[in-house]
């Protein structure tokens, strides 16, 4: 038997162009004779669709593909991802099913069981949870059919659920197991997979077909990854990440064992590589094509721009170089040489006119203070109102350069620098910046060596460096990480070995501006613990304030 992974990227609504790229893997699957061909979990609609799901319509043509491929499923059997109407009059509306299609009818549907409802997930939202398990028989084999999540039980350090989806359908001696996935990219996602699927095989001693889809849907990015798995563990082949394209497996091969399989991708290459994804698809599937961003000279600006180039093509990204009084000559000669090294078109727009008109205005009502807080945001609002004038006149799409660790204690200015459509880097802390500008610059050198080495600084006044306000980013990264991804408390933290007056310094400039990151684009994931959908707090809280 022959068995056909189609890692996809798909289109959250899209019905046709989602039908037509499974249509085009089937005919291409047929000409490798192959038996089955898996596609992800609701393929059909593209994951996550979230509260379109509410409506009927939405409900209605996803059954219409359906529909067309089961007429397609004459000489090779199709395992797809779609929901499906919930016949009872209690419980949820809609079920998250694989079907399996064959000889031109429904032969089986398998519902999803287990519901992630935490961190980025809310399918109990919409979901009612299986109660019925079973397999289906196709030539000659008895074929376990689970979709994502009901793999997730084993393996896993934390395990939310009671029961194994697997456990029940054992007993009924399937001798394959298809998984259909959406399972979003983060940096520690990739081996606490591997290791699911391992444990998974090795509770079960049967070969194992994941499919996973590939692509970005707004801040979540997929990595694919799809994997095949034999009965004794060894992992057989795990089909490439952040690319799409299938693979036809033979599976007396895989049951055999024998494989060349390596992994050799590093956790930068793959950050580097699905914020590309995030940014390429969120253009793309929007139909947007062209970027604007402000280049500072500093690096997280130089960082966005060269992905944003590696993402969407030099000719469609600009850049705008807004100087200020505050400027210091090297921040224009760096983001020139960045822009040019890049080959993008950039312009020179001194700030110094606006900003003198806007404190000429508010002369009087500021008459008596000093220069402060109030000055510094005019010179961040005014950028911002330049490069959305560029943005609103030419049809681009403003990228905010912020990064984790300014995002997470509100170190930027609302409607200012914390502008923009997309966030590429609102998940990666600067430390990380630094590594990533590192890995871009492995082949030559884009963004200048002494944006790398210069002290980070916002130029808002005079000889201003970020750590006037902030402490030295080495330090601030590591509490912010036990604080956001492991949710530690300040006494927990403190008992780690860091001060008890910075601790509880940072931690109340995460929460108390909370209400900025509300208001801010959203943010490529690529962290178990992103800001966005996946991190909900309240603005009107105490707690650490």
Partial sequence: MKITLAQLNYTIGHFEGNLQKMMEAIEQAKTEKSDIICFAELATCGYPPRDFLEFRDFIRRANLSIEALTKAANGIAI????????????????????????????????????????????????????????????????????????????????????????????????????????????????????????????????????VNQVGGHTELIFDGGSTVISPDGTVFDEMDYFREYHKTYDLDEVLSGKTDYKNASSKMERIHDALILGVRDYFGKQGLTRAVLGLSGGLDSALTAALAVEALGKENVRGLLMPSPFSSGHSVDDAVALAENLGIQYDIISIEKVYNSYLETMETSFEGKPFGIAEENLQARTRGNLLMAISNKFGHILLNTTNKSEMAVGYGTLYGDLAGGLSVLGDVYKTEVYELAYYVNREREIIPKNTLTKPPSAELRPNQKDSDSLPEYAVLDKVLKEYIENRLGPQEIIGLGYDDALVKRILKLVNTNEFKRYQTAPVLRVSPKAFGSGRRLPISARYLA
């Avoid at 659920?161 to 399937?174: N, S």
Wanted: hydrophobic share 35%; charged share 25%; with cysteine.
């Fill in 79 to 210: 395992v797809v991802g779609s929901p499906t109407i919930n016949p009872d009059i209690e419980g949820k509306d809609l079920f998250n099913s694989a079907y399996f299609l064959a000889e031109g009818k429904i032969q089986f549907v398998q519902h999803k069981t287990l519901l992630p409802t935490y961190d980025v997930f809310d399918e109990y939202r919409y979901f009612e949870p299986n109660k019925d398990f079973g397999i289906v028989e196709y030539k000659g084999h008895k074929i376990a059919l689970t979709v994502c999540e009901d793999l997730w039980n084993l393996g896993n350090e934390n395990p939310l659920y009671t029961i194994c989806p697997m456990d029940e359908m054992v007993r009924l001696q399937p001798d394959l197991m298809i998984n259909l996935s959406a399972s979003p990219f983060d940096y520690d996602q990739v081996s606490k997979r591997m290791k699911v699927l391992k444990e998974n095989v090795n509770r079960y001693g049967l070969p194992l077909f994941y």
